[in-house]
């Protein structure tokens, strides 16, 4: 007759080999014979885990734990799942009473703080990480998170001070020199984000994410040539990312170059990116380019992504005034009015409007508000004037 520990030298052979529904049985058996192993519940609560019968594995772990309450390993491991089945709640009153068992191990700290930082509570995860950091002050890991908590919180040169620590214990810290260069980035101290962005590419050269970092430096800073010939470098290094065309086409829309504009924020649209932003951004340069079928159907499509942005309902307004569709213009004015949008040129074309429509008292009073928003109106002024019958 089997015993118990055949079948659970039987059950772990399975398991290693992920033959995890003959590990189960292997290990329900052994518990048949000695319903009280805690090691066998745990083991068998792996199997179900790995087999993902997440709710059995979890009951099979909790037996475990009634057997042998200080078992830290399997209270870690049901923390985990927890936190993974997104019951922080659960996680954290796990993590809880591993840290009652073992208040000085810096792993259990360490997973805590993870924990903290995937609810939002930054200021609990550095709480733990300190502790973590006090007991291994080169955990370039915690280090590193720390770092990122403060990137996060956007405390820039407290991040940097981490960042800085993490290439001091190890330069080799994958992707460490772009973050830092964002860092440096964010404080608008260009040098030392150059420098950094320089160390990223000797370091791997074929990085496509840092020529575009440093295109979206050279971009704040104003220099332009520089920000289109590294987002060019970017797109020549399949950078996987729309923001590098979407970029492009605001440069060359600031330039004045609207073709190339449109021909960048339309690679946005091809790549499946395109939000209410790059949509009302190629309505405008359409508008520009006076091509007016095309900038109402961006800015349509801009509205129905963001139904409520009352810059593209009066650029909207704008457009249909210039292809003389005057009811939709007065209608998309009147919208973006609605929504607390004000503005002397909108008033003044509806007081044209209204003025069309012989619509006499509305067209002084658009006439009269666009002058109050804009008293230099001089032509607003000169047709309230003729409208009094005035010279």
Request: charged content about 30%.
């Amino acid at each position: 007759m089997d015993t118990a520990q055949d079948h659970i030298n039987l059950g772990m052979a399975f398991a290693v080999s992920k033959r995890y529904d003959q590990a189960i049985k292997e290990f329900e058996k052994a518990l048949s014979l000695n319903p009280d192993d805690a090691e066998v519940h745990a083991n068998l609560a792996n199997a179900l885990i790995n087999k993902g019968s997440y709710d059995k594995g979890i009951e099979e772990y909790e037996k475990a734990m009634k057997l042998n309450p200080v078992n830290v390993a399997v209270i870690l491991k049901l923390a985990r799942i927890h936190a993974n089945m997104g019951k922080s709640d659960k996680a954290l009153e796990e993590y809880t009473r591993a840290i009652e068992i073992k208040p000085a191990d810096p792993s259990i700290r360490h997973a805590l703080g993870d924990l903290y930082v995937k609810i939002g509570e930054y200021d609990k995860a550095l709480a733990e990480y300190a502790f973590v950091l006090q007991k291994e002050p080169e955990n370039v890991e915690v280090v590193f998170k720390t770092g990122y908590i403060y990137e996060t919180q956007k405390k820039y040169s407290e991040a940097a001070a981490e960042y800085e620590k993490v290439i001091k214990t190890n330069p080799k810290t994958p992707g460490i020199y772009s973050v830092l260069g964002n860092v440096y980035r964010e404080l608008k101290n260009f040098d030392k984000a150059i420098e950094n962005y320089d160390a990223a590419i000797k370091k791997n050269p074929h990085e496509a994410g840092v020529a575009y970092n440093l295109g979206v430096l050279y971009y704040e800073k104003g220099e332009y040539e520089k920000a289109i010939e590294e987002l060019e470098k970017a797109k020549k290094k399949q950078f996987k990312n729309s923001e590098v065309y979407l970029l492009l086409g605001e440069i060359y829309s600031k330039q004045g170059k609207k073709e190339e504009a449109i021909k960048e924020y339309k690679k946005v649209v091809e790549l499946g990116s395109a939000d209410a932003e790059t949509h009302k951004a190629l309505g405008f340069v359409f508008a520009e380019e006076n091509q007016l079928d095309e900038a109402v159907n961006e800015y349509k499509k801009a509205l129905e992504m963001k139904k409520d942005d009352a810059v593209v309902m009066e650029n909207l307004g704008h457009v249909y005034y210039k292809k003389i569709d005057y009811n939709s213009a007065k209608d998309y004015f009147s919208r973006a009015i609605d929504k607390g949008r004000e503005n002397a040129d909108m008033y003044y074309k509806l007081g044209n409007i209204a003025l069309k429509e012989k619509n006499m008292p509305k067209a002084k009073e658009y006439w009269e508000k666009s002058i109050k928003l804009n008293p230099a109106n001089e032509i607003a002024k000169k047709n309230l004037a003729l409208l009094s019958g005035g010279s």
